[in-house]
C-alpha cells in the first residue's frame, strides 16, 4: 500500500491540505508571503508553508506534501518554546528537527502555522 492512498484507492488525508511551497526566496522575502497570505484565510494555523531543500527536489510532491503535513501536525501538537529562541521576532521561532523522519529541518514562523524547509 503507498503512503499516497489507502487500500481503497482513495487519497492520503494529508493531500487535502492547503500547503505554499517556495523556491528561490531569501528568508526575509519568506516571512513577509507567509504574512500576505495568512491574512487571506480565517484560520492561517491550518496553512503549511514550505521552503525548499535539495533533497525535497527531489522528492515527488505527494510523497513531500505528506512528509510536510507530519511535520506540520508534530509542531501543532508540540509548539516549540518561544521564549528560549534567540533571533526571532515576535511569534517568529526557529525549530530544528522534525516529528516525521524528513530531513530535520523545520521553520516554524508566526502564527502557529507551521513552516518548514522542505
Known amino acids: 500500500m503507498s503512503d499516497e492512498a489507502n487500500t481503497q484507492g482513495e487519497k492520503h488525508p494529508s493531500l487535502e491540505n492547503k500547503v505554499v511551497i517556495m523556491n528561490g526566496f531569501d528568508y526575509e522575502e519568506i516571512t513577509r508571503i507567509m504574512r500576505a497570505v495568512k491574512a487571506l484565510f480565517d484560520n492561517p ?8 531543500t535539495d533533497s525535497s527536489l527531489e522528492m515527488k510532491l505527494s510523497e513531500l506534501i505528506i512528509d510536510m503535513s507530519e511535520d506540520h501536525e508534530y509542531l501543532k501538537n508540540n509548539p516549540p518554546n518561544m521564549n528560549s529562541r534567540r533571533g526571532a521576532g515576535a511569534g517568529e521561532t526557529e525549530d530544528t528537527g522534525s516529528g516525521s523522519g524528513g530531513n530535520g529541518e523545520t521553520d516554524d514562523t508566526g502564527s502557529g502555522s507551521g513552516g518548514t524547509d522542505t
Open 45 to 52: 494555523r491550518d496553512l503549511i508553508f514550505a521552503k525548499t
